[in-house]
């Protein structure tokens, strides 16, 4: 099992509207570095949900990996945002997996609070000039966030 770390800003889809929906397409991402992190996710893969632009902001909740990556259908809807002229049927450009929800924190587990924990230093999240919206994190780094989060 791999561990991970998305990004969401709360006002556009939090862990309190995946409780709602239970499962999502985790679509839109357009960074290829993240892209690639999306497609390797595996089903069963556990997900830190971090909420960005947000205060506080930091991780809120925990989702797992229901659906491996598939076309992301919005690269393909010309009305869509995140629509790409580039990507077809045959060869499209973009993924996304599906991410189900496992449990909201009672707080948020704070960025602020992670930079101070020794044990997450090396984490990507932590990193300067780190601005990716998908990122792995390891088994190690998971269980600290947890244990801060209880």
């Not at 991780?59 to 009305?79: H, L």
């Not at 909201?104 to 601005?131: C, D, H, P, Q, Y």
């Amino acid at each position: 099992m791999n561990y991970w770390l998305v990004k969401s800003e709360p006002y556009v889809f939090s862990i309190q509207d995946l409780k709602r929906d239970k499962v999502t397409l985790w679509d839109g991402v357009r960074n290829y570095q993240a892209r690639n992190f999306l497609k390797e996710m595996k089903k069963g893969d556990t997900v830190l949900y971090y909420h960005s632009n947000e205060d506080p902001i930091g991780v809120a909740g925990i989702a797992t990996v229901y659906k491996e990556a598939y076309p992301d259908p919005t690269q393909f809807d010309k009305r869509n945002k995140y629509f790409d002229p580039k990507a077809t049927k045959e060869n499209p450009r973009w993924f996304c997996p599906d991410l189900k929800f496992k449990k909201a924190f009672k707080e948020i587990v704070t960025l602020a609070e992670m930079r101070e924990n020794k044990s997450l230093e090396e984490m990507v999240l932590l990193k300067k000039g780190s601005r990716l919206s998908v990122q792995p994190v390891t088994k190690k780094q998971y269980d600290s966030v947890l244990k801060m989060a209880s």
